[in-house]
């Protein structure tokens, strides 16, 4: 049995992102599992996520001191790709912005933009007529001239799935006790004594510490380690439209409900090709712990998420949630044949007033899984990621902004680890603050 200091279960970009930030620590040995033959191709491939670095300045349902301690961590994910990603095999530039429409919505932005522009001072204030330079779309065929936005010069469309291979080949190659192992499922993680058994098809793997990052899957792995039994997974699947024709020159995003967050339809050009246009996310909730992966409906079922407590709080989230009750239904319409596109196209219009049913093209197997976690014993629906923390292991689950955040989160994760391991292991603060302080 192979023995390691530290396990990474997981090689998505969070996965990718904590085995990386492990190298700035003196721990020796760290073995990376992951299921499929790569890194990075479920959530974190490119075609099911919305590609966005969030920073926290045109995401309009965070607060400011929320959007501070995203820009905070993202921070590092963006360093990185400036200095590692001159070709642009990582990510792409282009610009965004936060569009309102209607005096109510341009009173929020006009509001928040005098709150957030001494901490985002990229950002602009646009009227009608500079929106119609940079997005002639957005204002062509529009009936009133009431519209604005702010704006950034520069919003980046990351490839996940490719940071994540660089962040592992990266680290395999700076560390000779760094090592990956791609199709190796792992079938359980169990106590022996002061370490832990990784249990694979492929062997086992003695660890003193672990670090969870897949997905939906963590939240089984912490519950069949004893963790988080209060805690079920509402998986919400997201799906994205194509343009038969470029639309939009940048990201293009809508403002949010308070009430079903980071769930309003944005545009945008995909990260490798500008003349793409996507609509999106969809959402709907599936039974699965991978999107299109239905052998993944049995862990789905072991994670208690159908029991009576479950459904329960499902319903309590639900009933005392009108808006998210109403998205539901909507999103439920959006997958219907004929009349979906038809209702989606309606959608879209607020950003491209003149799109049509005919000018979108459902895109077929695009869209990944947000493993949404709900509290049975609060009875309450936990947005974003979750962090379970257990003797000497960590579970992460990471919905958006997860992959904005990774390797930042994942920075505190390596710090976390060396405190398990004890005095003898420490994180590198001075080569940190070198790379990624300025």
Request: proline content about 4%.
């Amino acid at each position: 049995m192979a023995g390691v200091d530290v396990a990474v279960i997981g090689g998505g970009v969070k996965g990718a992102a904590d085995f990386y930030a492990l190298t700035y620590t003196n721990v020796g040995s760290v073995v990376l599992i992951e299921k499929y033959g790569a890194p990075g191709l479920v959530n974190s491939n490119m075609m099911n996520n919305s590609q966005t670095l969030h920073i926290g300045d045109i995401e309009t349902n965070f607060s400011l001191a929320k959007a501070l301690a995203v820009r905070h961590l993202a921070e590092h994910t963006k360093a990185y790709l400036d200095r590692f990603d001159d070709s642009g095999a990582l990510h792409s530039v282009y610009h965004k912005m936060v569009l309102g429409v209607g005096r109510k919505e341009m009173g929020v932005l006009k509001a928040r933009f005098e709150q957030f522009r001494q901490h985002y001072p990229h950002l602009q204030y646009l009227g009608f007529e500079a929106i119609a330079e940079l997005e002639p779309k957005v204002t062509e065929g529009r009936e009133s001239r009431g519209i604005s936005a702010i704006f950034s010069p520069r919003g980046y469309a990351v490839d996940y799935g490719r940071l994540a291979k660089s962040f592992v080949d990266r680290a395999v190659e700076s560390r000779e006790g760094f090592s990956a192992r791609f199709g190796t499922e792992v079938a359980t993680i169990r106590r022996e004594g002061l370490e832990f058994v990784v249990e694979t098809a492929k062997g086992d793997v003695r660890a003193k510490a672990v670090i969870v990052s897949a997905g939906a899957q963590s939240l089984l792995f912490a519950k069949r380690l004893g963790y988080a039994r209060n805690l079920a997974l509402l998986p919400v699947a997201g799906s994205f439209y194509h343009a038969r024709d470029k639309l939009l020159n940048g990201k293009v995003y809508t403002v949010q409900d308070n009430d079903v967050p980071l769930a309003a339809i944005h545009g945008d050009p995909e990260a490798h090709d500008a003349s793409v246009t996507r609509f999106g996310p969809t959402a709907k909730v599936v039974p699965l712990m991978e999107r299109h992966n239905y052998e993944t409906l049995d862990d789905f079922v072991r994670t208690g998420s159908l029991g009576k407590a479950s459904l329960l709080t499902f319903w309590e989230v639900v009933a005392s949630h009108p808006a998210l009750r109403a998205f539901m239904l909507k999103n439920m319409v959006y997958e219907l044949p004929v009349v979906g596109k038809m209702a989606f196209a309606e959608t879209v219009r607020k950003i491209v007033p003149t799109v049509a049913s005919k000018d979108l093209v459902f895109a077929r197997n695009v869209g990944g899984l947000r493993p949404q976690v709900m509290d049975k014993v609060k009875q309450e629906l936990q947005m974003g990621q979750v962090k379970i923390l257990g003797e000497n292991v960590i579970f992460n689950m990471t919905p958006s902004p997860g992959a904005s955040v990774c390797l930042g989160d994942g920075f505190a994760d390596a710090r976390t680890v060396v405190g398990f391991l004890g005095p003898s292991f420490s994180f590198d603060e001075r080569k940190y603050s070198a790379d990624f302080r300025e």
